[in-house]
């Protein structure tokens, strides 16, 4: 873990100015500080003031206001009185009217909707953290296959180079003998073609390192001009070890686990509805004539109580149930997705192992290509210096030894690639670990 954190200060110190090398380690930390990741740590953090939010419901609120009005006319009341008094009117209130309140309210009892609230709250917010892990991951696997690509088109160079200096020394020989007369023009032509397509090959290869290097630069948040060593992970042992793993540690798993208690909460805030909810409140209330709030000559000043409210919902046309009912439907189709995706990322890892197999067969059929492809050019270069040999064999020799190394080249950088896919789709933590792991028995 220290070597970790040496490593992530090291790539946060680079200026992304200056390209350089870099190991898969050094880029797989550095991609996990990408803003692609920093979205959804921002959408965590969103996540987690929701869920502090709804908790400010078990609260009590106090609030505090005060207001004035100024009447057109002067409030009066009218009394109407037998004969001979008759109807007789007399003032109940100034035209200026001045308030104030202090009050404090409670939510008693809300039918447990606001514990429902913040149980989902709660789950959504875990729900953004694993968004967070499993965003990573897919970043680390597309920077696996990016890094393992450059690799390959690295060894693709250096295959085609080589090719092209063979191409070089076979043309200055076939020069010397075209110049002695031991060779006719066709067969010098022919090896200045090879050279040419020789040529454009490695310029083709290196425009598509760079390519690839400036994607793995883009992912990664720093100049990659190179790659410097492989992808050291250890063999994962089974197909069954791997979706263990997965069960217990992938995060796009757990993030749909969340949802049901999502979908639970849901259930129970609709629930909630049939129940009564009671506040109680309480108020400290003066009013008057004045700014002063000493009464207007006609009420008294003080206007405090104590109180409270229920409110019950007898009948709402049948809401309350069919929200419950749709809410009881998303959780079970919540459980069927989340069954069919456990099937689904079993499948994904027990192909995935199977592709794993079928690499390593033919990187020994590769190997053994190579040996035979360079047996036969070593025999054709020697058949061509003694005269013995066309032109045309030894460009056929070189381009096939060429391709037989790229070949290897290509399979070994898959088979890296797939081993680091098997050990992701374990889940993040897996692969760190199974990476940590290697590194360590490698210092050894």
């Given at each position: 873990?220290?070597?970790?954190?040496?490593?992530?200060?090291?790539?946060?110190?680079?200026s992304?100015?200056?390209?350089?090398?870099?190991?898969?380690?050094?880029?797989?930390l550095?991609?996990?500080?990408?803003?692609?990741?920093?979205?959804?740590?921002?959408?965590?953090?969103?996540?987690?003031?929701?869920?502090?939010?709804?908790?400010?419901?078990?609260?009590?609120?106090?609030?505090?206001?005060?207001?004035?009005?100024?009447?057109?006319?002067?409030?009066?009341?009218?009394?109407?009185?037998p004969?001979?008094?008759?109807?007789?009117?007399?003032?109940?209130?100034?035209?200026?009217?001045?308030?104030?309140?202090?009050?404090?309210?409670?939510?008693?009892?809300?039918?447990?909707?606001?514990?429902?609230?913040?149980?989902?709250?709660?789950?959504?917010?875990?729900?953004?953290?694993?968004?967070?892990?499993?965003?990573?991951?897919?970043?680390?696997?597309?920077?696996?296959?990016?890094?393992?690509?450059a690799?390959?088109?690295?060894?693709?160079?250096?295959?085609?180079?080589?090719?092209?200096?063979?191409?070089?020394?076979?043309?200055?020989?076939?020069r010397?003998?075209?110049?002695?007369?031991?060779?006719?023009?066709?067969g010098?032509?022919?090896?200045?073609?090879?050279?040419?397509?020789?040529?454009?090959?490695?310029?083709d290869?290196?425009?598509?390192?760079?390519?690839?290097?400036?994607?793995?630069?883009?992912?990664?948040?720093?100049?990659?001009?190179g790659?410097?060593?492989?992808?050291?992970?250890?063999?994962?042992?089974?197909?069954?070890?791997?979706?263990?793993?997965?069960?217990?540690?992938?995060?796009?798993?757990?993030?749909?686990?969340?949802?049901?208690?999502?979908?639970?909460?849901?259930?129970?805030?609709?629930?909630?509805?049939?129940?009564?909810?009671?506040?109680?409140?309480?108020?400290?209330?003066?009013?008057?004539?004045?700014?002063?709030?000493?009464?207007?000559?006609?009420?008294?000043?003080?206007?405090?109580?104590?109180?409270?409210?229920?409110?019950?919902?007898?009948?709402s046309?049948?809401?309350?149930?069919?929200?419950?009912?749709?809410?009881?439907?998303?959780?079970?189709?919540?459980?069927?997705?989340?069954?069919?995706?456990?099937q689904?990322?079993?499948?994904?890892?027990?192909?995935?192992?199977?592709?794993?197999?079928?690499?390593?067969?033919?990187?020994?059929?590769?190997?053994?290509?190579?040996?035979?492809?360079?047996?036969y050019?070593?025999?054709?270069?020697?058949?061509?210096?003694?005269?013995?040999?066309?032109?045309?064999?030894?460009?056929?020799?070189?381009?096939?030894?060429?391709?037989?190394?790229?070949?290897?080249?290509?399979?070994?950088?898959?088979?890296?690639?797939?081993?680091?896919?098997?050990?992701?789709?374990?889940?993040?933590?897996?692969?760190?670990?199974?990476?940590?792991?290697?590194?360590?028995?490698g210092?050894?």
């Amino acid at each position: 873990m220290r070597n970790f954190i040496a490593t992530l200060l090291l790539c946060i110190s680079l200026s992304p100015s200056h390209a350089k090398s870099f190991s898969y380690e050094e880029l797989v930390l550095c991609a996990q500080k990408s803003p692609a990741v920093e979205v959804f740590e921002r959408m965590s953090r969103y996540a987690r003031e929701l869920k502090l939010s709804a908790e400010g419901a078990l609260y009590p609120s106090i609030e505090l206001s005060y207001s004035g009005a100024w009447l057109d006319e002067k409030p009066t009341m009218t009394y109407h009185m037998p004969p001979p008094i008759g109807s007789a009117s007399a003032p109940m209130a100034t035209t200026r009217s001045f308030e104030s309140q202090l009050s404090l309210r409670y939510r008693l009892f809300s039918g447990f909707a606001i514990s429902s609230l913040i149980e989902k709250r709660e789950w959504q917010r875990r729900v953004a953290e694993l968004k967070v892990i499993d965003k990573k991951r897919s970043i680390v696997m597309r920077l696996s296959s990016l890094y393992a690509q450059a690799r390959m088109l690295e060894s693709l160079l250096h295959a085609r180079t080589d090719a092209l200096a063979a191409v070089e020394a076979a043309l200055k020989k076939a020069r010397a003998l075209y110049d002695n007369g031991m060779l006719p023009p066709s067969g010098l032509y022919n090896i200045e073609a090879a050279l040419y397509d020789t040529k454009a090959a490695v310029a083709d290869t290196e425009n598509e390192l760079r390519k690839s290097l400036e994607t793995l630069s883009y992912i990664s948040g720093e100049r990659v001009d190179g790659t410097r060593g492989g992808i050291e992970l250890p063999e994962p042992k089974n197909a069954e070890q791997i979706y263990r793993y997965a069960l217990k540690r992938r995060a796009d798993i757990a993030s749909l686990e969340a949802t049901l208690k999502i979908d639970s909460a849901d259930i129970k805030l609709a629930k909630s509805q049939y129940f009564p909810r009671i506040d109680l409140e309480a108020a400290l209330k003066r009013r008057g004539g004045s700014p002063t709030l000493e009464g207007d000559g006609y009420s008294n000043p003080n206007r405090s109580y104590l109180g409270f409210r229920i409110d019950w919902n007898l009948y709402s046309g049948g809401r309350t149930m069919h929200m419950g009912e749709a809410a009881r439907y998303r959780k079970l189709a919540s459980v069927s997705a989340l069954i069919d995706y456990r099937q689904r990322v079993e499948s994904e890892i027990v192909k995935a192992f199977g592709d794993l197999e079928t690499l390593k067969k033919r990187l020994e059929s590769a190997k053994m290509r190579i040996r035979s492809q360079k047996e036969y050019y070593e025999l054709t270069r020697g058949r061509f210096d003694n005269g013995l040999g066309s032109a045309d064999e030894l460009s056929r020799a070189i381009a096939d030894l060429a391709q037989a190394r790229a070949a290897k080249a290509s399979i070994e950088a898959s088979i890296e690639m797939q081993r680091a896919l098997v050990w992701l789709m374990g889940g993040l933590k897996s692969f760190e670990r199974a990476l940590t792991k290697k590194k360590k028995r490698g210092k050894r």
